[in-house]
């Protein structure tokens, strides 16, 4: 599981020339599975992400959580975190995760944002969406469950 962090004053995912998901401060997550990711790895994500101290406090030090400052998560899904640009111009994706194992992932994962954030947002999956943010910092994170958890893809 990959995801790109983004501390953000406020973002929205629109489809179609429609709003589908807004918040002022907190996270915007990109959210990218592959093939090998579990429920425990989402759980895990998602539960690193959540107790991650990278909001400044009263003297400036990244020391408060999303909870400690009451932020809000926009959560996307984004598959192209799995492209394979070694070979060639065209990227392959061919180390995403099938979209219905994907999917499943991607909704577990929101879920238990739920537990970090009064409100949880999102977008579609798999839906052509244009996200909108205003980066705060900027302040950005890539987060690789094969990496913090010391996990072996297959």
Same mark, same amino acid.
């Given at each position: 599981?990959?995801?790109?962090?983004?501390?953000?004053? =406020?973002?929205?995912?629109? #489809?179609?020339?429609?709003?589908?998901?807004? #918040?002022?401060?907190?996270?915007?997550?990109? #959210?990218?599975?592959?093939?090998?990711?579990?429920?425990?790895?989402?759980?895990?994500?998602?539960?690193?992400?959540?107790?991650?101290?990278?909001?400044?406090?009263? =003297?400036?030090?990244?020391?408060?959580?999303?909870?400690?400052?009451?932020?809000? #998560?926009? %959560?996307?899904?984004?598959?192209?975190?799995?492209?394979?640009? $070694?070979?060639? =111009? $065209?990227?392959?994706?061919?180390?995403?995760?099938?979209?219905?194992? %994907?999917?499943?992932?991607?909704? $577990?994962?929101?879920?238990?944002?739920?537990?970090? %954030? %009064?409100?949880?947002?999102?977008?579609?999956?798999?839906?052509?969406?244009?996200?909108?943010?205003? =980066?705060?910092?900027?302040?950005?994170?890539?987060?690789?469950?094969?990496?913090?958890?010391?996990?072996?893809?297959?």
């Amino acid at each position: 599981m990959r995801v790109v962090l983004q501390v953000v004053r =406020n973002a929205r995912v629109d #489809i179609g020339g429609e709003t589908v998901g807004a #918040i002022g401060r907190g996270f915007l997550l990109l #959210i990218g599975i592959c093939e090998s990711d579990t429920e425990e790895t989402v759980d895990r994500m998602v539960d690193k992400i959540g107790r991650l101290r990278i909001f400044p406090d009263e =003297n400036g030090k990244t020391n408060l959580s999303l909870q400690a400052v009451g932020g809000e #998560i926009l %959560a996307v899904s984004q598959f192209t975190l799995f492209a394979d640009c $070694r070979h060639g =111009n $065209r990227p392959s994706f061919i180390g995403s995760g099938s979209p219905e194992h %994907a999917e499943k992932l991607y909704h $577990r994962a929101v879920e238990r944002c739920r537990s970090y %954030a %009064a409100k949880v947002a999102e977008g579609r999956f798999g839906a052509d969406m244009q996200v909108s943010l205003l =980066n705060d910092g900027p302040f950005t994170l890539m987060l690789d469950s094969d990496t913090l958890f010391h996990m072996q893809s297959t």
